[in-house]
């Protein structure tokens, strides 16, 4: 019988875009393995429902909120756009039944999952925050650091605990760039800075790293690249400072093989997302950058693994000066060198087959 897995995921211009793109990483996955798919988003302003189709997938699109977004627990319940209550009686709506449900969403704890549990087999969670219970069958957190004692008191006594980055959901080219991605990254010349503060950017960190970098010492022949999406709201003020910036500058929007340009680069500065897992199997240095309080325990533990230079908050009255500084010792090739095999040794890329592999099993037929 043919496996049914459904997604309850969003995308917005508040959520960003990361959980979509990594779900659909697992989706791709587990159809190679003979499932079939299906999402459930909501209309919220920045939605990716279009993309999903096009990536061949059913979709159930929300109705839009009507309303201003509740509030309460959980820390993210506005990310719903409605009440859990609300979600659940839509979301019901549009379910008829799956082997695995995966919700993968900061808005939704134990109440909402208890509720779905008599339409679905199991359920699985992927999670970054460690910040609420769960009634799940699998809990995947991806980041590096995150342990078992995390989550303890938060999950049933039964269920499968996945952590750290040798999980991440990460599409397959990267895996499949790695080998000659780590073999250019001896002793290369500093050529190539690439800039990625996530699909959306909604605070504009872009601009503001573009402009922090107009101060730092780098070298001649340097050409940078800032990765955006076509929704994000600064694009146009991005440009505008890109234009302006000494060195040659390029915005690159929607850019669709991300494994090929960071293959490339000699330096990432990104925001403290799942992007960084994508960097570190191409063993690409970075320096990481918290744009989000949700981002400091992921940022901390890349920092104190080695695999990242960090740069502060976004917030912080001396970023700029922080972020030059991270840059100058970023220019020692030995150095980043040692960033790189750092990066490239907690993450080969192959976590969606892992994960695709385990919802297989045949101890949850």
């Known amino acids: 019988m043919r496996q049914r897995v459904v997604f309850r995921v969003d995308a917005s211009l508040a959520i960003g875009t990361g959980h979509v793109m990594r779900c659909l990483t697992l989706a791709d996955a587990l159809r190679m393995r003979g499932a079939e798919c299906h999402f459930v ?8 429902g279009s993309l999903i189709a096009q ?3 059913g979709v159930s699109l929300l109705p839009a909120p009507s309303g201003p977004a509740s509030k309460g627990a959980p820390a993210h319940a506005t990310w719903a756009g409605v009440s859990w209550e609300q979600d659940i009686t839509e979301t019901l709506a549009v ?8 919700v993968d969403h900061y808005a939704f704890g134990a109440r909402w999952q208890q509720e779905l549990c008599n339409r679905v ?3 699985m969670v992927i999670d970054d925050l460690a910040d609420r219970s769960h009634v799940a069958a699998v809990l995947l957190d991806q980041n590096l650091g995150s342990e078992a004692t995390d989550y303890e008191g938060l999950l049933p006594k039964s269920c499968r605990l996945l952590t750290g980055p040798r999980y ?11 080998e000659a991605a780590l073999a250019r990254r001896h002793n290369t010349r500093f050529r190539h800075l690439m800039i990625t503060m996530g699909g959306t950017d909604p605070i504009d960190a872009s601009s503001t790293v573009l402009r922090a970098l107009k101060r730092a010492d780098l070298p001649q022949g ?5 990765v955006m999406g076509s929704r994000a709201p600064a694009l146009a003020a991005v440009r505008e400072v890109a234009a302006s910036m000494p060195l040659p500058t390029e915005v690159l929007v929607d850019v669709r093989d991300m494994a090929t340009m960071m293959a490339d680069a000699d330096l990432a500065i990104t925001a403290g997302g799942s992007t960084n897992w994508e960097r570190c199997c191409l063993g690409l240095p ?18 104190e693994a080695g695999v990242a230079l960090g740069s502060g908050s976004l917030s912080e009255p001396n970023f700029a000066d922080s972020l030059l500084e991270a840059v100058r010792q970023m220019q020692d090739t030995d150095f980043r060198t040692e960033i790189s095999k750092r990066a490239a ?9 892992l994960i695709a592999d385990f919802l297989g099993e045949e101890q949850w037929k």
């Open 55 to 57: 990536r061949g997938f």
């Open 286 to 303: 970075g320096i990481v950058i918290e744009t989000a309080e949700n981002q400091a325990r992921s940022v901390t533990a890349m920092i």
């Open 95 to 102: 379910i008829s039944s799956a082997n695995w449900l995966v």
């Open 41 to 48: 988003t909501r209309d919220l302003p920045g939605h990716l």
């Open 345 to 353: 040794s907690i993450c080969a890329g192959n976590g969606a087959m």
């Open 168 to 178: 991440a959901l990460l599409r397959p080219e990267f895996a499949a760039q790695r």
């Open 121 to 123: 087999g199991q359920i």
């Open 222 to 226: 340097l050409r940078i690249s800032v």
